[in-house]
């Protein structure tokens, strides 16, 4: 089993329109949890950290669910500039104990249309 | 301008050619990683370094080689031996810690003909 898993998508949504997607994870002593975002042939971005207490920036929400060991992003308002891969991260232990490694999932696409 | 520069950002090369890919960081940060990403997947770990003088293999090192002489560079080579090098490579550093933030380079797409 993977140690990240997100749909892979696409969601095809339209302009305004609240879109959501999910991230399981496999151990539970993942410590920290990320949403970058990723546009066609660039380099990831960090988006937002997500928090236990849940956290917003503007018209993004991250979720933190530690007993169902899943992260969610939801986006209210979607803009056509959205339209990008949304990659979920989880810091996990490496497998000598001394560092934590991040580990990616495959990425949600998203496509955002008039 | 503090960052992480990759360079290349297209290189091609025949196969059977070793080719190395740089990296260079100037943001004073401890840990740096290497990522493979093919079209419509997720970053795959290839090596990564949390300190000068030491790296350990990531998920596919296999056919690749890292070192790290200097905190600000870690350089990879992509051997031979690789079996299917056409890809987007990306290097990424970070601080050290459980909450610790990674910052990527731009990727350098190589093409193996």
């Known amino acids: 089993r993977k140690e990240v898993e997100q749909d892979p998508g696409p969601f095809n949504v339209p302009e305004g329109a609240t879109v959501a997607f999910n991230c399981t994870y496999s151990n539970s002593a993942s410590q920290s949890f990320f949403w970058y975002r990723q546009d066609c042939r660039k380099e990831p971005k960090l988006l937002m950290s997500v928090y236990s207490s849940g956290n917003e920036d503007g018209r993004f929400t991250a979720q933190l669910n530690r007993a169902s060991q899943y992260i969610s992003l939801l986006i209210r308002d979607s803009k056509l500039s959205d339209s990008a891969t949304y990659l979920c991260v989880v810091n996990l232990l490496g497998e000598s104990g001394g560092s934590y490694i991040p580990t990616f999932g495959r990425g949600t696409s998203l496509i955002v249309h008039p | 301008d503090g960052g992480i520069t990759q360079s290349p950002k297209y290189l091609f090369r025949k196969e059977g050619q070793n080719v190395t890919l740089s990296c260079e960081q100037n943001?004073?940060?401890?840990?740096m990683y290497w990522y493979r990403q093919d079209p419509g997947q997720g970053l795959r770990l290839i090596y990564y370094s949390q300190i000068v003088n030491d790296f350990q293999k990531g998920d596919i090192a296999e056919g690749y080689s890292v070192s790290r002489e200097k905190k600000e560079s870690f350089p990879l080579t992509v051997t031979s031996a690789q079996k299917n090098p056409t890809a987007f490579y990306l290097c990424?550093?970070?601080?050290?810690?459980?909450?610790?933030?990674?910052?990527f380079g731009p990727g350098t797409r190589l093409t193996v003909t």
């Open positions: 990424a550093s970070s601080i050290q810690g459980a909450s610790s933030v990674q910052y």
């Open positions: 943001l004073n940060h401890d840990a």
